[in-house]
Every structure is written in structure tokens, then in C-alpha cells.
């Protein structure tokens, strides 16, 4: 029955405890405000012409003004839990006073403050409820449980609003604030009951929020000054706005009503009915939708529903006859409409704005957007009642509903720049900062004399980069330089220096490279002054032959060094003595031969390279397959697959494909559909690390439905930062998308069936592990649709989901970019993730036959549902359960048998059951 009340209010089970305390608190409270607001109200409306209730809302401000004064110093003060006893104490106290002198005196002007304090003590009392509230929860749950919490308000009201329509006749309406005293008596000792280590510990403010680079003397914009940021300045206008509304069609509907009701008595009774009636309506509503409408709907619409609804209402009374009581009627629907809105929809959403936020700079919000803005609103509806009434105090209701049309749509206009600004302020929220350096002016002459200077440095590292800036500036004594620094202390300069000679042909080197090579003794420069001195010397191309003499690595040296040129004679040289190294008995010439091929930029080495695909000795053939994508040799292509098939040499042939590059995915050469399953994904894989647009057509077909390489193709896409959105591949992700999301689903239910069997654990960390591969790759794919740099911050958050707060944030980042439709589906597999370590999973009473079901379905799933080894798991189970039904199974051929771990593991469960 529990399990069920939870599901129909949205409540996990673990929060069960913590949102009952918090919803008696807020009941118990609720019960006080309402007993004090109708008494008050009707105190007033009995004793005042209704032309004196502007005044009452001029009052309200400025009380309302010095008490958030005073709040804001304690809320820096104190911690939550003790800020909201403060207020219940003094809200208590003041109306204890204010009873006894009600009581013991007769003061005239009473009731007339006392419907202005009563706003205060309201406001006062929600800002610490709920500040408090909010720095329990983070983004996720208050979406969930604020409006739940926040329910408590609405019996409470029911209950207090009824109560005075009964009692007040009997005890009179002043004594009612005794009632109210009580109900903050029980407040108060529930509150007292309540722990928890968040509301206890007082405040640390934050002063991120501020931004960076206002240092001591600078001044921040205005409007960080009094907003902190952008998002509490559009929510204050926005409330504003809200205000405004809500103050003009209650004030509205009062003056009205007081025109209807003469005595204390019925002006009691008619407000207690009428308020609890729309508290009913509410409560239905709060309980059931709400957080749900938030969920489906997103926080941003969700603040469009009240005006949506009133602006129709509105409409609706500036059409129907202008008569009083059919307006009235109308005009009373609209308030009732305003009351159950504002209190079911509008303020657990309004609330949710807040929480990407620091929790200090959300308790400094509450406090400016319901506090500061709410005086403003009084004031302004004050104003326009004063110069609009008539003389007995009236104001017409078709001028308010023309008014109130203006404000509605300037209110529903807001709400796109609040979502523009919640946006921002989550990817603050989740962003992290990287600072980069200023770029240099390379021909300015102070930065070259720096990086002169800096080519005497004493770190190799820091010559090397001045000497590529200078050779990238185009400096004109760049050749006079390199050959000073061959006389560098540093062997990694030196060779830096010999490449860049070969590469520009400093032919006056050539003295000063033989000099080096005659006196060198350094066994790691050797090879690069061998190489440059080949390269350099062509007045004696006859005496190169002496390389014959030298020893491999000399020769190697040598050989690249003459490959370097382009004179034809040079080449053919080159050519033969590669030829030579080839047929030579011995390992080490081949692989120098290889090399040479590799690295030579001219020459034509295929033949050679051919005989060397076909060498027994795996690190020659493993090497010439890597060779042949080096020299980018198209035509050996097939040859090089064909042997990295018959001798398993798969990450070669990966290699190869990475030095190819885009080109090798034409299809005239990956149209193969004989190729073995490992070699499909070095394929794959390879594709991913390759910009073009062979690899990423290659990619985009491994996606259709009937290929089991959809995944690993998916992750390839988005490896190389692929776009699809509106491309041609397109749909072939979004089919991907839904099938994958489907299978999401499937897992996430069959879960708890498996993690309730104590011998299908293994089982359901296969199924976990494989659900938070299927989120990631489901993230992948959301990247490839829409915004991608915000998704990979999400994507990186949700793989360090258990160590980092910010997951929460990301989620509604989430929610903001992606479709409403997608992301309902995501939300609730990473409610499931973040759950499934603390809930405890029911045990069903056909737990033995849901669990022999699901072992059945995966095993038996279509290729790619589920990983090789998660089936292999499940058909490992077998045995242990000793359910006869599952013995079918084995003798049915599945599509992994050619897998080696899955056979394995069915002919171990083969020996272990009497089949």
C-alpha cells in the first residue's frame, strides 16, 4: 500500500520519512497563516469602507520592506532550521499580542494593521520554510517533492479556512487568532523534531557567483550588485509581474465582495467557503500533476500554464454581458483559478528555478524575487486603485481584466528569457575554467628578440619552441641560426636542427654535418648526422655506395638520407639496395628494409613490399601490413587484409587503416561481406579516428538496423565529432535512438527482479553495467543531434554520476536540449541509475518464475540487445536455478555461438545439467 502511495505522489521510497516531517511542518504552519489571514481580512471589510484597502496594501510595503531588512542580516547569521524558529517564535509572539489587545482593548485601528501584518508574517514564514526546504534537495528532487512538501499548505488551509466560516459565529472572529496560536505552537514543536545535517550547519556564502575579475577597487555591474546574477534578475521581474497580477485581481475581487456582504459574520463564512473550496481544487491538483505536469511539460512551460488560464478567463469576462453578477461570476472563477494555480503549478516551479544555484545565493533569491518584488507590486496596484476608483471605492472589472491582459502577456513573454538564463546558469553551474594565454605577435620586434633570447636558454624545451616561432615568423637569419645550434649542449636540439636542414636544403651545413659526424661519439645523434650528411653531400654520389660498410642503423640513416633526394639516379639506389635488404636472409635487414619504406618520401617500394606481406616471421609481416597504410599503397590493400585475417593480426591491419586515412572506407574497398567480426570492428574503430567523408558514410551504413555493429558505429560517430543534424544520416541515428532507448527501458524493469534473487546478482551487474553503457551511448547519440559541447559536459558528469553533486544540474541542462519525448526516457534511466544503489528491490511473490522469464528473454534476445556477456551470464545461471523450462534453450542455436566465451560457456552448462 506504501509502494503504491509513493508511486501515485512521485516519492521514492527513501524519502519517504523526510517528506512527511517537512509536510506537518508545513501543515501546522499553514493552519496558523490561514486563520490569521481570514480573520484579519474579515476584520477589516467589517470595520472599513473598501476604499481604505489600498492603504492597507501601502502599509503591507513598507513593513514588508524593513522585515526583509531584518531577515536578510539573520538568514547570514543563522542556520536554516534556527532562522525558520526565530520566525514562527516572533510571528507567535506578534499575534499573541495582538489577540490580548483585541481582547483587554478596544483599539480602532487593529484590524486595519492587522491585515497588513498578516502578509508579513505570511512572507516571512514561506521565505524560511522554504529557504530551508531548498537547501535539502537538489535540482531533481525539488522537481519531485516541492510540490508534495508544499501540499501540506493546502489542507491546512482547507482546514483553516473552513474552521472560521463554522467558529466564527460561535466564538467570534478576534478569537480565531487563538486557534491560529495553537497551530504555531505545533508548528514549532514539529519543526523542533526535524534533523537533518543540512538545515543545522550555518551558512557559508559563496562569492563565485559574482564572477570573475573584480578585483579590490573594482566595481561589479549594477545588476550583480543587487541580483547577484542574471537569473534572480529576470525571476524578480517576472514575480513582479506575477505579483502585480495576483494583488489586482485580488483586490479586485474583495472590493466587489464587500459590495455583496455586509457583516462580519457572512463576510467570514463567504471567504472561509470560497477559499476552501479552491484549496480542494488544489489539493488534488499539487498532489497528483504537479510535479508530473513540471516533469513532462519542463520547468520553463510549466510557468506559462497560470497565464495561459487566466488570460482566457480574462478574455472571457471582456466578452460576456457587463452586467454585476454575471462578471462577478466569471471574475470569481478567475481568482479561484489564480488561487489553485498559483499554489499547485506556479510556486513549486517557481521555487525549482532556483536550485542550480549556490545554496546561499538561492536563499538570497527567495528573498529578492518574493520579498523585494511583492512590496513593489503593493505599491503599483495601490496606485492604480487610487487614481481608477470611484467614489465609493470600486473599481471596474473590465478596466482590470484590460489591464490585466497587458500584464499577462508581458508575464508569458518573460518566461523565454527565464529559460534562456536557467540555461546559462546550469552551464555555469557545471562549466569548469580554463584560462588561455595571450597570443603572440610574432613579427613584433620585442617578441622575436625574446625568442632569440630564448634560444640560449637553458631548457632544450624552451629553445625548440622559440626556434619553431622564429622558422614561423619567417625570420630571415633563420638558416645562420640553425647552424649555430647545432653546437647546442642538447642532443634534442641538435636533432631538431638536422631535420630542419634537411627540410629547407642548407647545403653550406655540409662542412660543419661531416665535421660532427667525424667527431661524434653520441650513439643518438649519430643516425640523424649520417642521415643529414647523405642527404647533403651530392658532389660524390659514387663514394655513397660505402654505405655498404656501415652498420644497420648507419645504413638505415644513410638510405633515408639519399631517399630524401630527387635526383632519379639517387632513387633507383635507393630502390635496389631496399630490394637487396628484402631478400635477405637475415630479420633485422627486412625490418630495416621496412623501415626505410616507411620513412623514404620517394620511391616506389610495392614489389618489395608485396614479398614482405608474405614473410612467416609475425614482426615482419605485422609490419608491412602497418607499411602498406603508411606509403598509402591502395593497391596491396586487399593483400594486407588477407593476411591480418588468416594470421589474427587485427590490430595492424587498425593501424594500417589510421595511416591511410578517410580514403581507405571508399567502397570500393570496405565492400567485403566475408570479413570476420574482429576486423569489422578494427574497421570501425579506425573510421572514428578519421575525419572525411568515406569513414563517416562507412559509419552511417554500419547503423542500419539488421548490422549488430550499431553501437560501436555510433560511438565511432561520435568519436569524430560527427553532426548529423539535417543530414542524411540523420535518420538512421534517430532509428538507432528510439530502438536503443526501448531497450533502455526493457532493462531498467527487468532489473529489480534480478537484483532480488540472491543468485542472479552477477546477473544484475551485468544488466547494470550494461544499462550505464546504453545511457552514455544514448548521450553520444544526443550529441550527434543537438548541442554538442553542452551534452559532453553531461556526458562526462553522468560517467562520474556517484561523486559529483553537478549530476543533477546536468540532468536539467539535459532537459533543455534535448526533446521532451527523448528525454522523459532518459530521465528515468538515470533515476533508475542513481537509485539502484539505495533502494532496496521488492521481492515478488513469483519472484522463480519472473526470474526463469528473464533469462530466457535475454539469452534468446536479438544480437545487440544484450553483450555477449551478459548472455553468457544468464546461460551460466542455468545450473544453479535447476529449472527444467530453461533446458530448451540449450538446444537451440543462437546467434553468439560463434562467439568463443558464449560456446565455452554452454558446453560448461552442457556438462552440468541432465540434458
Known amino acids: 500500500m506504501k509502494s503504491r502511495i509513493f508511486t501515485l505522489l512521485n516519492i521514492k521510497p527513501s524519502e519517504g520519512g523526510l517528506v512527511k516531517q517537512l509536510f506537518l511542518v508545513q501543515f501546522f504552519l499553514g493552519v496558523g497563516t490561514s486563520f490569521l489571514f481570514t480573520s484579519a481580512?474579515?476584520?477589516?471589510?467589517?470595520?472599513?469602507?473598501?476604499?481604505?484597502?489600498?492603504?492597507?496594501?501601502?502599509?503591507?510595503?513598507?513593513?514588508?520592506?524593513?522585515?526583509?531588512?531584518?531577515?536578510?542580516?539573520?538568514?547570514?547569521?543563522?542556520?536554516?532550521?534556527?532562522?525558520?524558529?526565530?520566525?514562527?517564535?516572533?510571528?507567535?509572539?506578534?499575534?499573541?499580542?495582538?489577540?490580548?489587545?483585541?481582547?483587554?482593548?478596544?483599539?480602532?485601528?487593529?484590524?486595519?494593521?492587522?491585515?497588513?501584518?498578516?502578509?508579513?508574517?505570511?512572507?516571512?514564514?514561506?521565505?524560511?520554510?522554504?529557504?530551508?526546504?531548498?537547501?535539502?534537495?537538489?535540482?531533481?528532487?525539488?522537481?519531485?517533492?516541492?510540490?508534495?512538501?508544499?501540499?501540506?499548505?493546502?489542507?491546512?488551509?482547507?482546514?483553516?479556512?473552513?474552521?472560521?466560516?463554522?467558529?466564527?459565529?460561535?466564538?467570534?472572529?478576534?478569537?480565531?487568532?487563538?486557534?491560529?496560536?495553537?497551530?504555531?505552537?505545533?508548528?514549532?514543536?514539529?519543526?523542533?523534531?526535524?534533523?537533518?545535517?543540512?538545515?543545522?550547519?550555518?551558512?557559508?556564502?559563496?562569492?563565485?557567483?559574482?564572477?570573475?575579475?573584480?578585483?579590490?577597487?573594482?566595481?561589479?555591474?549594477?545588476?550583480?550588485?543587487?541580483?547577484?546574477?542574471?537569473?534572480?534578475?529576470?525571476?524578480?521581474?517576472?514575480?513582479?509581474?506575477?505579483?502585480?497580477?495576483?494583488?489586482?485581481?485580488?483586490?479586485?475581487?474583495?472590493?466587489?465582495?464587500?459590495?455583496?456582504?455586509?457583516?462580519?459574520?457572512?463576510l467570514a463564512f463567504f471567504l472561509g467557503v470560497f477559499f476552501a473550496i479552491g484549496r480542494v481544487l488544489a489539493i488534488f491538483l499539487k498532489l497528483i500533476f504537479s510535479s508530473r505536469v513540471i516533469n513532462r511539460l519542463g520547468l520553463a512551460n510549466s510557468l506559462l500554464i497560470t497565464p495561459a488560464v487566466l488570460l482566457l478567463i480574462t478574455g472571457t469576462v471582456l466578452l460576456v454581458d457587463k452586467s454585476l453578477n454575471t462578471g462577478l461570476m466569471v471574475f470569481g472563477v478567475m481568482v479561484l483559478f489564480s488561487e489553485v494555480l498559483k499554489s499547485a503549478v506556479q510556486e513549486p516551479a517557481f521555487f525549482i528555478l532556483f536550485q542550480p544555484l549556490h545554496p546561499h545565493s538561492r536563499l538570497k533569491g527567495h528573498l529578492i524575487t518574493k520579498g523585494y518584488t511583492l512590496p513593489f507590486a503593493l505599491v503599483a496596484v495601490s496606485i492604480f486603485a487610487f487614481i481608477f476608483r470611484d467614489q465609493k471605492g470600486d473599481i471596474s472589472i473590465s478596466l482590470v481584466c484590460g489591464t490585466l491582459v497587458i500584464l499577462l502577456a508581458a508575464w508569458s513573454l518573460l518566461v523565454s528569457l527565464i529559460k534562456k538564463e536557467y540555461l546559462h546558469t546550469l552551464i555555469r553551474a557545471l562549466k569548469k575554467g580554463y584560462f588561455t594565454g595571450t597570443q603572440l605577435f610574432l613579427n613584433d620586434q620585442p617578441v622575436r628578440e625574446l625568442l632569440l633570447a630564448k634560444t640560449e636558454s637553458p631548457k632544450p624545451k624552451e629553445v625548440l619552441f622559440a626556434l619553431e616561432l622564429l622558422e614561423k615568423s619567417g625570420y630571415t637569419k633563420f638558416n645562420d641560426l640553425l647552424l649555430r645550434e647545432l653546437n647546442s649542449p642538447f642532443a634534442l636540439v641538435k636533432k631538431f636542427v638536422l631535420a630542419r636542414i634537411i627540410h629547407r636544403n642548407i647545403t653550406e651545413a655540409l662542412p660543419l654535418v661531416q665535421q660532427k659526424v667525424s667527431a661524434s661519439s653520441d650513439p643518438e645523434l649519430k643516425p640523424d648526422l649520417i642521415t643529414a650528411l647523405y642527404y647533403l653531400n651530392s658532389d660524390h654520389a659514387g663514394e655513397q655506395t660505402n654505405f655498404q660498410n656501415l652498420d644497420p642503423i648507419s645504413k638505415k640513416a644513410a638510405l633515408l638520407g639519399l631517399a630524401a633526394r630527387t635526383e632519379l639516379k639517387v632513387i633507383s639506389l635507393v630502390e635496389q639496395e631496399v630490394a637487396f635488404l628484402t631478400t635477405s636472409p637475415g630479420e633485422?635487414?627486412?625490418?630495416?628494409?621496412?623501415?626505410?619504406?616507411?620513412?623514404?618520401?620517394?620511391?616506389?617500394?610495392?614489389?618489395?613490399?608485396?614479398?614482405?606481406?608474405?614473410?612467416?616471421?609475425?614482426?615482419?609481416?605485422?609490419?608491412?601490413?602497418?607499411?602498406?597504410?603508411?606509403?598509402?599503397?591502395?593497391?596491396?590493400?586487399?593483400?594486407?587484409?588477407?593476411?591480418?585475417?588468416?594470421?589474427?593480426?587485427?590490430?595492424?591491419?587498425?593501424?594500417?587503416?589510421?595511416?591511410?586515412?578517410?580514403?581507405?572506407?571508399?567502397?570500393?574497398?570496405?565492400?567485403?561481406?566475408?570479413?570476420?567480426?574482429?576486423?569489422?570492428?578494427?574497421?570501425?574503430?579506425?573510421?572514428?579516428?578519421?575525419?572525411?567523408k568515406f569513414s563517416t558514410a562507412y559509419l552511417m551504413?554500419?547503423?542500419?538496423?539488421?548490422?549488430?555493429?550499431?553501437?560501436?558505429?555510433?560511438?565511432?560517430?561520435?568519436?569524430?565529432?560527427?553532426?548529423?543534424?539535417?543530414?542524411?544520416?540523420?535518420?538512421?541515428?534517430?532509428?538507432?535512438?528510439?530502438?536503443?532507448?526501448?531497450?533502455?527501458?526493457?532493462?531498467?524493469?527487468?532489473?529489480?527482479?534480478?537484483?532480488?534473487?540472491?543468485?542472479?546478482?552477477?546477473?544484475?551487474?551485468?544488466?547494470?553495467?550494461?544499462?550505464?553503457?546504453?545511457?552514455?551511448?544514448?548521450?553520444?547519440?544526443?550529441?550527434?543531434?543537438?548541442?554538442?559541447?553542452?551534452?559532453?559536459?553531461?556526458?562526462?558528469?553522468?560517467?562520474?554520476?556517484?561523486?559529483?553533486?553537478?549530476?543533477?544540474?546536468a540532468i536539467e541542462m539535459l532537459e533543455l536540449r534535448v526533446p521532451k519525448r527523448y528525454f522523459l526516457q532518459v530521465d528515468s534511466i538515470l533515476e533508475f541509475l542513481l537509485d539502484s544503489g539505495v533502494a532496496q528491490p521488492e521481492i515478488s511473490r513469483n519472484a522463480n518464475l519472473e526470474l526463469t522469464s528473464l533469462i530466457k528473454e535475454i539469452i534468446s534476445a536479438p544480437a545487440g540487445d544484450y553483450t555477449i556477456w551478459t548472455k553468457s551470464v544468464a546461460l551460466y545461471l542455468i545450473p544453479t536455478l535447476a529449472d527444467k523450462s530453461l533446458y530448451k534453450i540449450l538446444a537451440e542455436p543462437q546467434v553468439e555461438e560463434n562467439s568463443p566465451l558464449f560456446s565455452e560457456t554452454k558446453n560448461f552448462v552442457l556438462s552440468q545439467v541432465d540434458f
Not at 69 to 80: I, Q
Not at 675 to 686: D, G, Q, R
Request: glycine share 4%; net charge positive.
Open 701 to 809: 551504413n554500419c547503423l542500419a538496423p539488421e548490422n549488430e555493429w550499431k553501437d560501436a558505429a555510433l560511438a565511432a560517430l561520435f568519436h569524430k565529432k560527427v553532426n548529423v543534424a539535417g543530414s542524411v544520416g540523420e535518420k538512421e541515428v534517430v532509428l538507432w535512438l528510439e530502438n536503443k532507448l526501448e531497450q533502455g527501458k526493457r532493462k531498467v524493469s527487468s532489473y529489480p527482479t534480478l537484483a532480488a534473487s540472491a543468485s542472479a546478482t552477477l546477473l544484475a551487474a551485468a544488466v547494470k553495467s550494461e544499462i550505464e553503457q546504453d545511457l552514455q551511448l544514448i548521450l553520444k547519440a544526443f550529441a550527434l543531434l543537438y548541442d554538442r559541447q553542452g551534452l559532453e559536459r553531461v556526458l562526462q558528469l553522468v560517467k562520474n554520476a556517484g561523486n559529483d553533486t553537478r549530476i543533477y544540474n
Open 41 to 266: 481580512l474579515t476584520l477589516f471589510l467589517a470595520t472599513y469602507p473598501i476604499k481604505e484597502l489600498p492603504k492597507v496594501s501601502l502599509l503591507a510595503a513598507g513593513l514588508l520592506l524593513v522585515a526583509n531588512f531584518v531577515y536578510a542580516r539573520l538568514e547570514a547569521k543563522l542556520s536554516a532550521k534556527k532562522l525558520l524558529q526565530l520566525i514562527i517564535l516572533f510571528s507567535l509572539g506578534s499575534i499573541v499580542f495582538t489577540w490580548l489587545e483585541a481582547t483587554i482593548f478596544s483599539i480602532s485601528w487593529l484590524p486595519f494593521f492587522l491585515s497588513a501584518w498578516n502578509l508579513v508574517v505570511y512572507m516571512v514564514v514561506s521565505y524560511a520554510f522554504w529557504g530551508m526546504t531548498a537547501i535539502i534537495f537538489n535540482v531533481r528532487e525539488s522537481r519531485r517533492l516541492f510540490s508534495v512538501v508544499g501540499s501540506g499548505d493546502i489542507p491546512a488551509k482547507i482546514i483553516g479556512y473552513a474552521a472560521v466560516a463554522i467558529l466564527a459565529p460561535v466564538i467570534g472572529v478576534i478569537n480565531v487568532l487563538a486557534l491560529s496560536i495553537v497551530a504555531f505552537l505545533l508548528g514549532y514543536y514539529f519543526l523542533r523534531q526535524f534533523q537533518h545535517p543540512s538545515i543545522v550547519a550555518v551558512p557559508e556564502h559563496s562569492h563565485s557567483s559574482h564572477g570573475p575579475g573584480h578585483a579590490a577597487g573594482n566595481h561589479p555591474p549594477i545588476i550583480e550588485r543587487l541580483f547577484q546574477n542574471n537569473l534572480i534578475f529576470v525571476i524578480a521581474i517576472w514575480s513582479f509581474l506575477g505579483f502585480t497580477i495576483y494583488t489586482l485581481i485580488d483586490l479586485t475581487f474583495v472590493t466587489e465582495i464587500k459590495v455583496r456582504f455586509k457583516s462580519s459574520q457572512e
Open 588 to 692: 633485422e635487414d627486412k625490418l630495416i628494409a621496412l623501415e626505410i619504406m616507411a620513412d623514404a618520401p620517394h620511391g616506389e617500394f610495392y614489389a618489395s613490399l608485396k614479398t614482405l606481406l608474405q614473410e612467416p616471421a609475425p614482426a615482419i609481416y605485422k609490419k608491412a601490413i602497418e607499411t602498406v597504410g603508411k606509403v598509402r599503397a591502395f593497391p596491396l590493400w586487399r593483400a594486407a587484409t588477407k593476411v591480418a585475417i588468416q594470421k589474427k593480426a587485427t590490430n595492424s591491419l587498425q593501424k594500417s587503416m589510421l595511416f591511410f586515412g578517410d580514403a581507405i572506407f571508399a567502397p570500393e574497398y570496405t565492400n567485403n561481406p566475408d570479413l570476420p567480426n574482429e576486423v569489422i570492428l578494427a574497421h570501425i574503430k579506425s573510421a572514428g579516428n578519421c575525419n572525411g
